[in-house]
C-alpha cells in the first residue's frame, strides 16, 4: 500500500484488506449466532456501505433479506450536520428483526434520523453493524451492536468510503496525510 492523491488531499495506508476481511468475517460470526433460527433483514445504508455489505452476505448463513437506503451527510471531508434521505425504504419491516449496515459510524447524525425514521415502520427490533466506528466522535444514544473495527476521530476514504465521490474502489482503507 502506498500513499496516494484524490484530488487535492493526500492519503496513506491505514487498515490493509486483509485485516478488513478479517473484522467483516467477525461481524458476520457474531449476527450468525445472534440470529440463527431467524430472518432478518438487512438494510444497506449506500453509497458507503456497498462493499461491507456485500462482503458480510457472503458469510451470513442465515435466511434472510437485503435492501437498501441511501442517505447524505457529507460535503467533501466534513460532515454538513443536516442529513437528507435521498432513496427510501421499499419494504415492510414491521414486526421484523432489522440489522442497519453502516460502513462508518462517526457523528451518528445519519444513523439517528434513519433510526427514527424506521421505529415508526414498527419493526420487532433495529440493531446496528458498522465496519468502522469512531467513539470519539459518536455522541448519540443509539447502540452500536456489531463493530469491525474502532478508529480515530480521523477522515478516511477506501472500501465504501469517500472524499467527493471517488476512492470508493479502494480495497483498503486510507487516511488523511497529516
Do not use: W
Amino acid at each position: 500500500m502506498d500513499t496516494i492523491t484524490i484530488k487535492d488531499l493526500t492519503f496513506k495506508p491505514f487498515i490493509p484488506e486483509a485485516e478488513l476481511q478479517e473484522s467483516v468475517k467477525n461481524v458476520a460470526k457474531q449476527i450468525n449466532e445472534i440470529y440463527k433460527g431467524t430472518s432478518p433483514i438487512f438494510l444497506g445504508v449506500l453509497n458507503g456501505s456497498f462493499m461491507f455489505i456485500g462482503d458480510l452476505m457472503k458469510s451470513i448463513d442465515l435466511n434472510c433479506m437485503i435492501s437498501f437506503i441511501k442517505m447524505a451527510s457529507y460535503e467533501g471531508t466534513e460532515s454538513t450536520g443536516k442529513v437528507n434521505e435521498l432513496i427510501g425504504l421499499n419494504e415492510d419491516i414491521e414486526g421484523h428483526d432489522v440489522i442497519l449496515i453502516e460502513d462508518i459510524v462517526d457523528t451518528g447524525n445519519t444513523l439517528e434520523k434513519l433510526y427514527q425514521m424506521l421505529q415508526e415502520k414498527k419493526p420487532k427490533s433495529i440493531k446496528i453493524a458498522t465496519l468502522l466506528y469512531k467513539p470519539e466522535a459518536y455522541k448519540k444514544p443509539y447502540k452500536i451492536d456489531f463493530v469491525g473495527k474502532e478508529i480515530p476521530n480521523a477522515f478516511v476514504l477506501g472500501y465504501g468510503l469517500d472524499y467527493d465521490g471517488y476512492g470508493r474502489n479502494l480495497s483498503s482503507i486510507y487516511v488523511l496525510k497529516d
